[in-house]
């Protein structure tokens, strides 16, 4: 068998009458459309439901599912003990899911689970679906700190583990939408709330999954929303597999976003092909490997120096020899460079010098770029894999000058140094989701913390 539906669905606990306390009364469209969403999973009968949770554990380089034979929760942290659930999960679907992704060398497994209790992200879709289908196994998942790209393979790794062991299996995508859709909620108000509420409800109800990964990360963070990469593992879950989408309903008046949509997989011949246009991840990944060629051929030299540099390093372990092809600039001056690797719109590493510390920019960029790509705490060292996909910037310093006030500062024209006792922190200018003055200082501040939190994690 194989994922026989799919749906996206929000987790407010107060949607629960005991919680909510007659308060659920005004999201009655929701609650309309998930009484709709269980009698739909009844009526498919399936033997185990996949749920992704935001609130189950989450780490930023690791996709976490659920160990064990059973799990037990209840909405005691909503003040609520009664209401409460004894599940047992599909253990036989879970060590398959964990098979394939060791084949893969992909970041998932059972590891490092800090807490077996149910979160609500899985309690409040499995409330609904209760009441309508008593029992079938489960199976719980975490999100990640990793690309989107990554969020869809695991999704297909889903797939071919729920082919394998031939199961009847229903996604459930647990997630609510943008938390900044009212001033009176309570995270108040930002323009990217409606707006990505929008374009989500868009997307998914005409389940043009490819259009997921065109979110930026910055607009995602501005619009705080929450279920966005649980719906695109959703979507890798269903890749290939043409669908019927419908949306059933969206709310914004508590100041977060509920949306409710069902995917329904065609009928297909048997044995019938996977349908390459809804093969979205390989479609993008190959836009997104024809604007990087084109991106490498107009880059300038100080960007193809640190490429020459990591590539040189990461494939033969070779500190790369200044080249003798390169301008007066980068070898005829000093100064202070950073090297910023991204992949897949994600940052990979970023290492740099405030002020030089080289003979010649050229030997500041090559040492940076080997350090960025090996030797950022935040990240584990780059492999040979992903090389083809890494997006490098290079920014040179100019000496730093000392200010009297903030106004002196545009964040689009000026970086910031903060310096407390001994430590520093460093943010470039022009960067996405640094608008305000404010906002660089505050970032600035938090990256001393990072960097001192970092490093201590790396010495442990």
């Known amino acids: ?64 599912i659920s160990p064990g034979r059973h799990a037990t929760g209840s909405f005691r942290e909503f003040g609520v003990a009664d209401v409460s659930f004894n599940e047992d999960y599909d253990t036989e679907l879970t060590e398959a899911i964990c098979r394939i992704a060791d084949r893969e060398n992909f970041p998932a497994g059972t590891l490092g689970e800090k807490n077996s209790l149910l979160d609500h992200g899985t309690m409040v879709p499995l409330y609904f679906i ?25 999704g297909q790794i889903i797939q071919e583990a729920v082919n394998n062991v031939d199961r009847r299996v229903i996604y459930v995508a647990s997630g609510d ?54 719906f695109v593992i959703m979507a890798g879950a269903l890749d290939g597999v043409d669908v019927s989408a419908t949306e059933y309903s969206h709310e914004d008046v508590t100041g977060v976003g509920y949306g409710i949509c069902s995917f329904i997989p065609k009928e297909a011949p048997s044995g019938a092909a996977p349908d390459k246009s809804r093969q979205f991840l390989d479609i993008y990944l190959k836009r997104l490997d024809a604007e990087l060629e084109d991106k490498k051929e107009k880059s300038d030299e100080y960007v ?100 009297s006030s903030k106004d002196e500062l545009d964040v689009k024209r000026y970086g910031v140094i903060v310096t407390s006792g001994y430590k520093r922190g460093l943010l470039l200018p022009d960067l996405d989701g640094v608008d305000t003055v404010s906002g660089a200082t505050c970032t600035s501040l938090s990256l001393i913390e990072a960097c001192r939190q970092a490093l201590a994690q790396a010495r442990q």
């Not at 719980?140 to 990554?150: F, H, I, Q, Y």
């Not at 000093?334 to 510390?357: D, E, M, N, W």
Request: charge should be negative; proline fraction near 7%; hydrophobic fraction near 35%.
């Open 177 to 230: 939408l943008s938390h900044k859709l009212q001033v009176y909620g309570p995270y108040g108000f930002a323009p990217e709330g409606p707006e990505y509420d929008k374009r989500i409800m868009d997307v998914c109800g005409r389940g043009a999954f490819g259009e997921l990964f065109v979110f930026d990360e910055s607009f995602c963070n501005k619009a705080s929303e929450c279920g966005h990469r649980s």
């Open 1 to 64: 068998m194989s994922i026989i539906a799919a749906y996206m669905v929000p987790h407010p606990p107060m949607i629960v009458p005991k919680v909510g306390k007659g308060g659920e009364a005004q999201v009655e469209k929701t609650i309309r459309s998930y009484e709709r969403v269980a009698d739909e999973i009844a009526a498919l009968n399936p033997e185990t439901i996949i749920i992704s949770s935001p609130h189950s554990i989450m780490y930023s380089d690791y996709f976490h």
């Open 130 to 154: 209760r009441q309508k289908l008593p029992y079938c196994k489960i199976v719980r998942l975490g999100l990640s700190g990793l690309p989107l790209t990554d969020h869809y393979r695991m």
């Open 304 to 403: 193809r120096l640190a490429r020459q540099t990591i590539e040189t390093y990461i494939k033969r372990k070779e500190i790369l020899k200044v080249p003798e092809d390169l301008s007066a600039e980068l070898t005829g001056r000093q100064a202070g460079a950073f090297v910023s690797i991204h992949k897949h719109g994600y940052l990979r590493g970023c290492i740099g010098t405030i002020l030089p510390t080289k003979a010649s920019i050229a030997e500041e960029i090559i040492g940076n770029a080997i350090s960025a790509a090996t030797a950022d705490p935040r990240f584990d060292p780059i492999t040979a894999d992903e090389l083809p996909w890494l997006d490098i910037n290079v920014d040179i310093l100019s000496e730093p000058e000392d200010i």
